[in-house]
C-alpha cells in the first residue's frame, strides 16, 4: 500500500473532498492538519515546494499536488496505478 500523506486545516472543503476520494479506494493516508499542528506549516513549505494552500498531498513522498491535481489522476486512471491498485 502506498504511503499518503495529506496537509490539510479544519475548514477546507477540498480537503474533505481529496480524503473521501482516497477512501473510496480503500486508502489509509496520514493527515497533517496545519490547524492543530501550525508549527508544521514550515515542513509543509520545504516538502511542497513553497504552495500554501491546502490539501497538499504527496504519495510514496511524490508532490501530487492539492484535489484539483489528485481528481485529474483519478479521472486519467494514473491515481490507481500510484496507489498500486
Known sequence: MAKIEIYSKDVC????LAKRLLESKGQTYEEIN???YPERTDEMLKRCGG????????????LIGGFDDLAELNKSGELDTLLGL
Open 34 to 36: 496545519l490547524s492543530t
Open 13 to 16: 472543503p477540498y480537503c474533505t
Open 51 to 62: 504552495r500554501m494552500t491546502v490539501p497538499e498531498i504527496l504519495i510514496d513522498d511524490k
